[in-house]
């Protein structure tokens, strides 16, 4: 089968430009923010709190349950033939289904014990769509269908708010944290049958024949522990911080705080996916031909693009969110805008992280990854703990500020403890 027929009659062969994806990436974050909005006004803070408990639940249990091993697959994906692809997919859906239904049972206990029995269901079935959009979003990247991935996670993540809030606002009944669930379930489920019929003509018969093999899960989370160990504490340096915030302050102070990390991300993922993004293939391709100097030019100018981008949308961050969260009617949302705009400037270290990070990445050092990441969560649970303590909510920031700049520093001692690249390597002129 040829690799043009690999998305159904979709051929998507154009190439699609940083100005539109992250012309997506706003429709989908600016839906978040209006859905962290509508919850404050409508359901109360508290809710907003355990919506941003469940939304930091998804991103973590699903990196758990990839093992690490998706990330080996999907790089696999680029020049592997169609047959290889819907086997490992095969034996990796099973290994991952088989995970939560392990894990179900203790989910809905939790959820019993708490005398949350619907939402802790509803919260499980989140997760496991989730999961299967964000791979599903990862693959068709990988595929070079870079328009047809971020379609489809407008579908997921960005369709379903819009729908929910239209519908909420004229039927009252719908304002409750399980109909937000429900709708965010059905985001989920309608892009995994638009991928299911697109991958129609994928040689799934193929994978089903083929014997199974028990032991190719395992193997692939031996192979790729490092990357696993690596995504899985990069998550909770992420989303550890309303965690505390919820544990020291509780959940209406933690549904501010999650509010204003909507737009903080907001900027990173717009920042992600219009600098980092295209320039992380540059980087890896300069490495891989042991181009020093052109290696160097591009981290130094992906830095300076990204960081501009950063204080570019920070401000007018600063400027017009302000006035949106005046929407909640909520005094207590007011009283704490100084936290925002100190979040905001904490971007500018988290950003910069996130560049050194790509840069440690571009040159396959998986082991340095994970160390600064080991580094970078220590950084951000210890500072997260006694900016706390000490400030309140409004040092919450300070873990921001803390996990980035622990990862810069150890990539600047990283380089210059050794040169990026292996000694005796010839260098060229850029």
């Given at each position: ?15 699609f430009s ?18 962290g ?9 508290e ?21 690490g ?5 999907s ?24 995970l ?17 029995p619907?939402i ?24 070079h269908?870079?328009k ?16 929910y ?12 944290l ?7 379930i059905g ?9 299911t ?20 899960f ?22 550890l ?36 993004q295209v ?14 100097l ?5 981290f ?13 949308l ?7 969110v302000?006035?949106?969260i ?7 949302a ?7 705009w ?66 810069m ?19 060229t002129n850029?």
């Open positions: 089968m040829r690799r043009g027929s690999l998305i159904g009659r979709l051929t998507d062969q154009e190439s940083s100005l539109g994806i992250m012309g997506l990436r706003a429709t989908m974050l600016a839906g978040k923010f209006l859905l909005l509508f919850i404050i006004r409508f359901l109360g803070l809710a907003m709190g355990i919506y941003g408990l469940i939304s930091g639940a998804s991103a973590i249990v699903q990196m758990v349950m990839r093992g091993v998706f990330s080996s697959l790089r696999q994906a680029v020049n592997q033939p169609l047959e290889e692809l819907t086997l490992g997919l095969r034996f990796y859906g099973t290994g991952s289904l088989c939560y239904a392990l894990s179900a049972p203790f989910i809905l206990a939790a959820g019993w014990y708490f005398g949350m619907e802790a269901a509803l919260t499980l079935a989140v997760i496991v769509t989730e999961h299967i959009c964000m791979d599903i979003f990862v693959l068709a990247n990988n595929l269908r870079p047809l991935a971020n379609i489809l996670l407008s579908v997921q993540s960005a369709s379903w708010i819009y729908l809030m239209a519908a909420a606002l004229y039927f009252p009944a719908l304002r409750t399980e109909w937000i669930l429900f709708f965010w985001g989920g489920i309608a892009c995994l049958i638009i991928s019929w697109l991958a129609r003509g994928w040689p799934w018969a193929h994978a089903f024949r083929a014997p199974f093999d028990r032991t190719w395992g193997a692939s989370m031996r192979s790729s522990w490092r990357i696993y160990a690596a995504e899985i504490l990069n998550t909770l340096a992420v989303y911080d309303r965690y505390l915030i919820s544990l020291f302050f509780g959940l209406e102070l933690a549904g501010i705080y999650v509010l204003f990390w909507q737009v903080t991300n907001a900027i990173c993922n717009l920042v992600g996916a219009g600098v980092l320039y992380r293939p540059r980087l890896i391709t300069a490495h891989q031909k042991q181009e020093e052109e290696f160097r030019r591009l130094r100018e992906s830095a300076r693009r990204s960081l501009a981008s950063t204080i570019g920070g401000l007018l961050a600063g400027v017009t302000p006035f949106l005046r929407f909640t009617d909520h005094p207590l007011m009283a704490h805008v100084p936290l925002l100190l979040m905001l400037f904490s971007l500018l270290f988290r950003v910069g992280g996130d560049v050194c990070g790509y840069a440690l990445y571009a040159q396959h050092r998986d082991d340095r990854v994970l160390l600064s990441i080991i580094l970078k969560l220590i950084a951000a649970f210890s500072v997260g703990i006694i900016s706390l303590y000490a400030f309140g909510i409004d040092g919450a920031f300070l873990n921001i500020i803390a996990a980035g700049l622990s990862t520093l150890y990539t600047y001692y990283v380089w210059k403890e050794k040169t990026p690249f292996s000694p005796g390597i010839h260098k850029p």
